[in-house]
């Protein structure tokens, strides 16, 4: 019998005590300790009696992945390595030298240090190259971004010694770091748009992302915000507490904000409870089929209560609450506990009763099914037709948040010859090749913010870098594809180079008005929308 069989025929005894217990605490308790016995001894004979040597540990991590599967595609099992790393965006913080890094050309490049982290503080810059660590070379040796991780990546307190390159230096130069906390930001952009709308983009809800907004917000109302723009597009959740402080900001008095149910664990209502910053003024939620989870409660609150208006395309439809559960060596388990509901009761989980290869595809499946053009595609059901709470509006619930306005997706500037491109990572490399050649220039010249959003041209030589680098890695020019997509190419490299040079912001102050949910998002704002769609901006 080949381990491979052996895996599968053990698996349906541990899977059938999992489904099958019956009901009541103690018959239950009972069934766990009846089926861990019979679990048990089959690992002991295993162990003693198979042909060949039995690899355990492996064994029951398998039992345990399957399992989890076979009760919804959320439970998922954490190996005891890799507990730290998966914590680390929830946390919002990890612990290293804080650097965003690219390899290029077989070596360590900094692409910018983290702000108030120990690289920034030594005085490591954008363009430096790390050719040692530790005294190992990790130059021209094929290194990978794990190997690179595992290498500068520590507990806070440790040193590690790094070898930089730099430009126009001949001599390596020698970094102690001393390594520490640095923050992974929630908040990836704020800005005014105009002198009344503010916007801001959220990557996940951690344990930091509200000290992150608020600040944000207080910015943007003392640069006169009077309208806001809240950008979940791509955001695929984080923690459940972080949400229901976000919509706590949003809505006035004692409002529902979310409650949580599950079969051991009673309903919970989670109401909001302190004075926002953001109770008064127009509200606007952009969102797509990638915002999840904390992006769905958030939205399903927004429009539930009539607080505001969703812009975009149906959320994901995650409505399951994790609770982790540390397991004896280490490894943990995020177990499904409960479902969360919106305001107005909906439960916005989609179905996952065809397994999870099945229900990792569905998000893809749209396109095909004409979903992310026209909603018209979507079966809706009066089973899942509910209310609003303030005005009445129809709202559905079955699988993610349906927006309020709808925004087909735009293909028109797309091309093979671009979505290569974009594949092979090769603009971020493009940009980045420039930008070290160019430096100095580049830094004395674009200095001007508003000037550069505004006004810069990317160079043809930039073009011509892109075209060069596609053309090395076998994507062949196509000069139909590249008229058709030049605007979105231009303005991706722009980007780009806004980032390299100023920060994330300004990456999105470049590309968001190629973006058609962001367009639409302030469109509603000026065009009569947001005021005869009914919601009052409270």
Same mark, same amino acid.
């Given at each position: 019998m080949s381990k491979t069989a052996m895996k599968s025929a053990l698996l349906p005894l541990v899977l059938f005590g999992c489904i099958c217990a019956p009901i009541g605490q103690v018959a239950a308790q009972k069934t766990v300790q009846e089926q861990g016995e019979k679990f048990n001894t089959l690992l002991y004979y295993m162990n003693r009696m198979y042909v060949d040597s039995v690899d355990l540990d492996g064994l029951v991590?398998?039992?345990?992945?399957e399992m989890l599967e076979e009760l919804d595609p959320h439970s998922v099992y954490i190996p005891a390595e890799d507990l730290q790393q998966a914590d680390e965006p929830l946390n919002g913080n990890f612990e290293g030298i804080g650097v965003r890094f690219n390899i290029m050309k077989d070596t360590i490049m900094v692409v910018s240090t983290i702000a108030g982290g120990p690289s920034e503080r030594l005085g490591i810059?954008?363009?430096?190259?790390? *050719?040692?660590? @530790?005294?190992e070379v990790v130059a021209g040796v094929g290194i990978r971004n794990k190997g690179v991780m595992e290498r500068l990546k520590g507990p806070k307190g440790t040193h590690v010694d790094v070898g930089i390159k730099r430009s126009r230096v001949t001599d390596l130069i020698h970094f102690d770091i001393e390594r520490d906390k640095i923050p992974i930001y929630s908040v990836d952009a704020h800005y005014m748009v105009d002198s009344r709308i503010g916007y801001i983009k959220?990557?996940?809800?951690? !344990?930091?992302?509200?000290?992150?907004?608020?600040?944000?917000?207080?910015?943007?109302? =003392?640069?006169?915000? !009077?309208?806001? *723009?809240? @950008?979940?597009q791509g955001n695929g959740g984080g923690m459940l507490n972080t949400a229901i402080a976000?919509?706590?900001?949003?809505? =006035?008095?004692?409002?529902?904000?979310? /409650?949580?149910?599950?079969?051991?664990?009673?309903?919970? @209502?989670? *109401?909001?409870?302190?004075?926002g910053r953001f109770e008064q003024g127009r509200l606007v939620v952009l969102v797509d089929e990638s915002s999840a989870s904390a992006s769905e409660i958030v939205s399903g609150a927004v429009q539930d209560w009539d607080r505001g208006?969703?812009?975009?395309?149906?959320?994901?439809? !995650?409505?399951? *609450?994790?609770?982790?559960?540390?397991?004896?060596?280490?490894s943990a388990v995020r177990l499904t506990v409960q479902? /969360?509901?919106t305001p107005s009761g909906r439960c916005i989980q989609k179905p996952y009763d065809e397994g999870v290869d099945a229900y990792r595809r569905e998000k893809y499946e749209r396109f095909e099914k004409g979903e992310l053009m026209s909603l018209d595609s979507l079966e809706l059901p009066d089973s899942l037709r509910y209310e609003t709470l303030t005005q009445g509006r129809t709202v559905y619930g079955g699988g993610g948040i349906l927006p309020d306005v709808f925004v087909p997706i735009d293909t028109s500037m797309n091309s093979v010859y671009f979505t290569d491109l974009l594949r092979k990572g090769l603009f971020n490399r493009a940009v980045l090749e420039y930008v070290d050649a160019n430096r100095k220039r580049l830094e004395k010249?674009?200095?001007?913010?508003?000037?550069f959003i505004q006004d810069y041209a990317v160079p043809q030589a930039l073009s011509d870098q892109l075209v060069a680098l596609g053309e090395s890695e076998e994507i062949p020019f196509v000069e139909a594809d590249w008229n058709t997509s030049l605007p979105a190419v231009n303005m991706r490299l722009k980007a780009i180079l806004a980032r390299s040079l100023f920060d994330? =912001?300004?990456f999105y102050e470049v590309f968001n008005p190629i973006n058609p949910i962001y367009r639409r998002g302030i469109e509603v704002l000026n065009d009569g929308t947001y005021k005869s769609a009914g919601v009052d901006g409270r």
């Open positions: 991590e398998t039992a345990i992945r810059i954008s363009g430096d190259r790390i *050719v040692e660590v @530790d005294g959220l990557n996940r809800f951690s !344990k930091e992302t509200m000290g992150e907004l608020i600040a944000a917000l207080d910015e943007l109302q =003392s640069a006169g915000m !009077k309208d806001l *723009v809240l @950008d979940l976000m919509g706590d900001e949003f809505l =006035s008095g004692d409002r529902l904000i979310v /409650y949580t149910d599950g079969r051991s664990f009673p309903r919970e @209502d989670r *109401v909001a409870q302190q004075e208006l969703i812009v975009g395309r149906r959320t994901f439809g !995650k409505g399951l *609450v994790q609770r982790p559960v540390r397991l004896p060596d280490g479902q /969360y509901f010249e674009l200095t001007d913010r508003a000037a994330t =912001s300004a």
